[in-house]
T-cell receptor, first 114, second 110 residues
C-alpha cells in the first residue's frame, strides 16, 4: 500500500484565519515533505522532516509552520496567509533510508486565500 | 541555468507513436533521479526511478548519462491514457532535497 492521505481536500480561508493541513502515511516511511504547487508549475519543496526532525526549510515564510507529531503524521499550520499563497499543497513521504528513495504523494489540499 | 530543465512541449502524438522526453540537471552531486507523471488537478505519481545502467518497465525506458547530466524517458506504443505532464525529479545532492523540472505535457491523440 503506497497511500498518503491528506485532509481537507479543499480549504477556503480569510487572511486573518488560522487553519491546519494534515497528512498521514502508514508505510513506515521516515521522511515526509510539504510541497506547494501553483497552476501550470511544478511542485516546489517547502519543508522536509527526517525521522521526525525538521531537516530542510526552503526559506518558507513564517506564516507557514510545519509540525511532525509522530512518524506517521505531518501537519502544516497556516496563519495570516496572503492571496498569493493560494495553491495546491502536496504532502509526500519516502522511506528515508540511504539511497534517497522515491517519494509518494498524497492527493493534496487545494487552498484558496480570500 | 535552471537546476532541472525539460523539453518545453507540448508533445502531440498519435496513438501507437514512440515519444522521447529529455531532462538535464546542473548539479553534478545529484544522486537520485525519477520520472513522475501528473494528470490535470491530480498529484504526481511515480512512473519510474532512473538507474545508472538504464531501466525498462513495459513500454517505458529510462536512461541516465551522468557525464552529460542528462536523463531521458522513452514511451513506446503510446496510449490515450499516457496523456499527462511528465516531470523529471532530481535530488540536490544533499539530504532528501528534491527539485522538479518544469514538466513536459504529452497529448496522445486518437
Amino acid at each position: 500500500d503506497t497511500e498518503v492521505t491528506q485532509t481537507p481536500k479543499h480549504l477556503v480561508m480569510g487572511m486573518t484565519n488560522k487553519k491546519s493541513l494534515k497528512c498521514e502515511q502508514h508505510m513506515g516511511h521516515r521522511a515526509m515533505y510539504w510541497y506547494k504547487q501553483k497552476a501550470k508549475k511544478p511542485p516546489e519543496l517547502m519543508f522536509v522532516y527526517s525521522y521526525e526532525k525538521l531537516s530542510i526549510n526552503e526559506s518558507v515564510p513564517s506564516r507557514f509552520s510545519p509540525e511532525c507529531p509522530n512518524s506517521s503524521l505531518l501537519n502544516l499550520h497556516l496563519h495570516a496567509l496572503q492571496p498569493e499563497d493560494s495553491a495546491l499543497y502536496l504532502c509526500a513521504s519516502s522511506s528515508g533510508l540511504a539511497g534517497l528513495k522515491e517519494q509518494y504523494f498524497g492527493p493534496g489540499t487545494r487552498l484558496t486565500v480570500t | 541555468r535552471k537546476e532541472v530543465e525539460q523539453d518545453p512541449g507540448p508533445f502531440n502524438v498519435p496513438e501507437g507513436a514512440t515519444v522521447a522526453f529529455n531532462c538535464t540537471y546542473s548539479n553534478s552531486a545529484s544522486q537520485s533521479f525519477f520520472w513522475y507523471r501528473q494528470d490535470c488537478r491530480k498529484e504526481p505519481k511515480l512512473l519510474m526511478s532512473v538507474y545508472s545502467s538504464g531501466n525498462e518497465d513495459g513500454r517505458f525506458t529510462a536512461q541516465l548519462n551522468r557525464a552529460s547530466q542528462y536523463i531521458s524517458l522513452l514511451i513506446r506504443d503510446s496510449k490515450l491514457s499516457d496523456s499527462a505532464t511528465y516531470l523529471c525529479v532530481v535530488n540536490r545532492g544533499y539530504g532528501q532535497n528534491f527539485v522538479f523540472g518544469p514538466g513536459t505535457r504529452l497529448s496522445v491523440l486518437p
